[in-house]
């Protein structure tokens, strides 16, 4: 395990099932709010998983009663103070922690156990799908505190997930969006007990465990990259790479030897 002797000081990691690495942000204190520390911790833990190839499927959370509160407001105010090219830097140290959780080549799921706001809001939007118990609230507060909600992919990514208009009211009101509106409009999949949530998400992760590492990572790769093409023609194209180089792999031969031979496929991701 590449990541075994990760020494993260806000995320705490433990392998709940063999493949499932579970990251819970641990700043219960401060709502599991974010840092510099955090931001380069999350870089971190994305780059480190992505060598492992036995890390199959990542699930993020939150510890104690918020998933994540956003930037933590006491580092908040030195904001202010920074020259347009420091700010830019700020900017750009936060959303390069959010990219690389994104970029993951595996799956992430996000088990949202409170609020996600601000910028928790935007973790929860790089993960590629998302589960929150009854307590799940979601809210975009960077209009409240003077600020766009243009930060950190939320502008890209939310009105990919529940439409232009939906987006544009939550994100110009600042409200919360609880957790059964936010399953009702696709902004979560589904909603779980506070005690259930974690477990969920487990549960689900061991199911996408079940499939060809390959088969999951190139299905993750076209669907994120085909949210930004241009067109039909060039989905087509990147579909039919990624299935051409599948072939060329040992999993596709063994799950079809495996369906002859009726037994469950033992996938390599070779």
């Keep these: 395990m590449t990541y075994a002797n990760l020494d993260l000081e806000t995320i705490e990691i433990t392998e709940p099932s063999p493949g499932v690495v579970l990251a819970t942000l641990n700043r219960p204190s401060r709502m599991n709010s974010m840092t510099n520390v955090m931001f380069v911790e999350l870089e971190t833990l994305a780059r480190t998983l992505d060598r492992d190839d036995d890390v199959r499927v990542l699930v993020l959370t939150g510890a104690g009663k918020a998933f994540c509160g956003g930037y933590d407001l006491d580092d908040a105010e030195l904001l202010t103070s920074l020259s347009p090219m420091g700010m830019l830097d700020q900017q750009e140290l936060a959303a390069r922690g959010l990219a690389a959780i994104r970029a993951m080549r595996i799956p992430v799921i996000a088990a949202v156990n409170g609020a996600a706001a601000g910028g928790g809001l935007s973790l929860t939007l790089a993960a590629d799908i998302r589960v929150g118990s009854t307590r799940a609230r979601f809210n975009a507060a960077f209009v409240r505190i003077g600020l766009s909600a243009g930060d950190l992919g939320a502008s890209w990514l939310l009105s990919r997930l529940i439409g232009p208009a939906r987006a544009a009211e939550f994100a110009y009101t600042g409200r919360f969006i ?27 992760a061991k199911k996408i465990c079940l499939n060809s590492p390959g088969g999951v990572q190139l299905s993750k790769r076209a669907l994120q990259a085909n949210m930004e093409v241009a067109s039909y023609a060039a989905a087509l194209e990147l579909e039919n790479r990624g299935q051409a ?6 999993d596709m031969p063994e799950a079809l030897a495996a369906f002859k031979e009726k037994r469950t496929p033992q996938f390599t991701g070779k």
């Design 178 to 204: 609880e957790a059964v509106e936010a399953e009702e409009i696709g902004l979560i999949n589904s909603v779980f007990s506070p005690e259930d949530l974690v477990n969920e998400a487990v549960e689900l």
């Design 245 to 250: 180089l599948l072939t060329r792999g040992e």
